[in-house]
């Protein structure tokens, strides 16, 4: 079984710039959930996909930030006019539809100078 | 809302020393998930165990073991003879995937990080 794998690894911005990252889940795992973690916390939700339905946002998600999972497979976390309070790890988890277990990616961390 | 402390922040201690970390959680649900989780140093999030609200047994995995016990909203976790391998960051969290609007995002405590030294 492939596991859950984000894209790219790293990446390095510079203020104000745009990113995006790219999790793709476990196959046939129709629910997705972006999660941030910065340095010494615990990862805090983001938001939730259940097939390409965005079905719950956290606050932490401002209007910089737009998820998407177009056909409910693969989904990619965008960042607008980043700044330096957005690095951190972005990890992404995937589950079964009646599964209560996550499976979590190895993340993007992102750093922006 | 839902809060998970985990009140050690750092443990060290020499191979083959048991320790454990304390996981205390809240929540108003009666039905609820706990978990724990390994994140190793090259970041990515192990699952270990997962234990519902209606399963207050300990279990026992090789050289973990896990406690249970609602009544402290507790769910603590022991390494039995540490291994220089078992250093990472360890992470409780609490999902209340009961079903109906809950979509069961997790709630993460702040962590332990356990380095165990040879």
């Known amino acids: 079984d492939t596991g859950v794998s984000q894209n790219p690894r790293h990446k390095i911005t510079k203020r104000g710039q745009n990113v995006t990252f790219r999790c793709d889940p476990i196959?046939?795992?129709?629910?997705l959930y972006w999660y941030r973690q910065t340095l010494g916390q615990g990862p805090e939700f983001l938001t939730y996909f259940q097939n390409e339905a965005q079905l719950e946002k956290s606050r932490l998600l401002s209007d910089r930030f737009s998820a998407e999972r177009p056909k409910g497979s693969f989904s990619t976390l965008e960042i607008q006019r980043t700044e330096q309070g957005d690095s951190a790890m972005y990890l992404c988890a995937s589950i079964p539809m009646y599964g209560e277990t996550q499976y979590f990616g190895p993340g993007t961390r992102l750093l922006v100078l | 809302a839902q809060k998970v402390t985990q009140a050690q922040t750092e443990i060290s201690v020499v191979e083959k020393e048991d320790v454990t970390l304390d996981c205390v959680y809240e929540?108003?649900?009666?039905?609820?998930?706990l978990f724990w989780y390994k994140q190793p140093p090259s970041g990515e999030l192990v699952f270990l165990i997962r234990?519902?609200?209606?399963?207050?047994q300990n279990e026992i995995s090789g050289r973990y073991s896990w406690n249970f016990q609602k009544s402290t909203s507790s769910f603590n976790f022991t390494i039995t003879a540490s291994q220089v391998v078992d250093s990472a960051v360890y992470f409780c969290?609490?999902?209340?995937?009961?079903?109906?609007?809950?979509?069961?995002?997790?709630?993460f405590g702040q962590g332990t990080i356990l380095t165990v030294h040879p």
């Open positions: 234990r519902n609200s209606f399963d207050e």
């Open positions: 196959s046939e795992h129709n629910r």
């Open positions: 929540t108003r649900d009666t039905t609820y998930y």
């Open positions: 969290a609490l999902s209340d995937n009961a079903g109906g609007t809950s979509y069961g995002k997790l709630t």
